[in-house]
């Protein structure tokens, strides 16, 4: 890609399950706290999204209302999730939305049609903005590209530039199956807040030692106090 692309705003895509039955692999160690941890994980990412600077718009779809609204006060639109349609789908309905042109007053159309457009996950508790940003300059420079979670198995991120589809594959072994479907694997050193996506106990100390965002840090806090480490 030329430098033009890798110069362009971004649209960042952000399904977000309903926090009542997020993080599921969390709950015997949070307890009635668990869709707390799920918000705040959604929080800090969300929020460290807004802070990279390639990054002009976020969409989040989601089929829960309370993260509809923290979406909207933090400036993003919003896609209403259909319940049980799965994490592809949703990511779908996301980009779909994100790349439907919007005519302006004096005809001409927005860019929502001709950006980039990348999807993350909601579970980056530790995620930085800087980092985020080396990820998408480096993914401008493919048609498709993604970068590989933590464990080596799973994706955090997916990205396409405009003219080119997404095509997600998330969930299982999708770095294989990203991989697979000729998207290019970001090999970008020094991101590990952007490739910690936390499922377990263990995920969210490893996101401690990077340092947690403020939202998911008074959670945790709360949480090691009341029942141990």
Do not use: C
């Not at 002009?56 to 609204?69: C, G, I, P, Q």
């Not at 996506?197 to 403020?214: C, I």
Request: net charge positive; proline share 6%.
């Amino acid at each position: 890609m030329n430098g033009r692309e890798a110069a362009a705003p971004w649209t960042v895509v952000v399904p977000v399950k309903p926090f009542a039955v997020g993080k599921s692999r969390l709950a015997a160690w949070a307890g009635a706290q668990r869709a707390a941890l799920a918000r705040s994980f959604y929080l800090d990412t969300l929020d460290a999204i807004r802070g990279a600077a390639p990054v002009a718009r976020v969409v989040v779809v989601t089929a829960d209302a309370e993260a509809a609204a923290l979406a909207r006060m933090r400036g993003a639109d919003v896609v209403r999730d259909r319940p049980l349609g799965g994490l592809n789908a949703a990511v779908e309905r996301g980009v779909a939305y994100a790349r439907t042109p919007v005519s302006g007053f004096s005809g001409t159309t927005s860019f929502s049609d001709t950006m980039p457009v990348a999807v993350l996950t909601a579970d980056l508790p530790a995620l930085r903005s800087a980092e985020l940003r080396r990820v998408l300059v480096e993914a401008s420079r493919h048609r498709r590209a993604f970068l590989a979670d933590h464990t080596g198995r799973g994706t955090t991120l997916l990205a396409a530039v405009r003219g080119h589809a997404l095509r997600p594959e998330f969930e299982g072994p999708s770095r294989r199956k990203h991989g697979l479907s000729g998207a290019v694997e970001v090999r970008t050193l020094g991101v590990p807040s952007v490739r910690l996506d936390v499922d377990t106990v263990h995920d969210l100390r490893r996101a401690e030692e990077l340092g947690l965002g403020p939202h998911t840090a008074r959670i945790a806090r709360a949480l090691t106090q009341r029942i141990g480490p």
